[in-house]
């Protein structure tokens, strides 16, 4: 089977690929499958799950091959599980991270480390063209602190401390993140429900 990735992030397209390849399953680009370059999907869902199943469920129905979504963010217990959706966009302008990380610097000052506690989600969606869908949501927790440190990843990963470690994403670098982030977990769970799915 082929399968449409509904992002245009390659290091998303090639996480989710090596796992889905050890199912025969093959992702390719949405530009790939004949999604035109312009075509931007509105993430305007309550949910990372609505989100990710609108993203792969639109991108289906342009290409007509099953296609496969993810959304992710922060959760932060302090600020009622803010920013959640609006991770990417939480300081006003799509993507930037400086911005979104003071934004939330300084809606936690005050607040003791102990109650910083948060997490990152991350939910992976694949739709088939008869409409059915696969839909797999991983979380990684951790501490929220207010000096950023460390320079791998990106977005709030300077500011957050997963649990049982000291250093942030940032600080930790990719092949620990990739190990215990929010997105490898979906991915695990990912091939958890593929194989229940006879695949
Ligand atoms: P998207 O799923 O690529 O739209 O990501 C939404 C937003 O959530 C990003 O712009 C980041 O602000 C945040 N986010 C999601 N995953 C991570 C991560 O692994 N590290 C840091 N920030 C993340």
Do not use: Q, W
Not at 53 to 60: H, P
Not at 86 to 105: E, I, K, P, Q, V
């Amino acid at each position: 089977m082929v399968i449409a990735a509904a992002t245009k992030n390659n290091n998303k397209i090639r996480e989710i690929a090596a796992i889905t390849g050890a199912f025969g399953i093959d992702i390719i680009s949405r530009a790939e499958a004949g999604v035109p370059d312009d075509v931007e999907i509105e993430e305007d869902g309550e949910t990372f799950e609505e989100n990710s199943e609108k993203k792969a469920r639109e991108i289906m129905l342009i290409c007509g091959m099953p296609a496969i979504a993810d959304d992710s963010g922060l959760m932060v217990d302090a600020l009622d599980g803010a920013p959640g959706v609006m991770s990417a966009r939480f300081a006003g302008t799509h993507g930037d991270d400086a911005a979104n990380n003071r934004r939330l610097t300084e809606l936690l000052a005050g607040v003791p480390y102990e109650k910083r506690t948060a997490k990152f989600v991350s939910v992976i969606t694949l739709v088939f063209t008869d409409g059915r869908s696969i839909s797999a949501r991983g979380e990684c927790k951790g501490h929220m602190i207010l000096e950023p440190r460390g320079d791998s990843g990106f977005g709030y990963d300077p500011l957050f401390v997963p649990e049982g470690y000291d250093e942030t994403f940032a600080e930790l670098g990719d092949e620990i993140k990739n190990k215990i982030s929010h997105r490898s977990a979906a991915l695990r769970k990912l091939k958890d429900l593929l194989k229940a799915e006879g695949f």
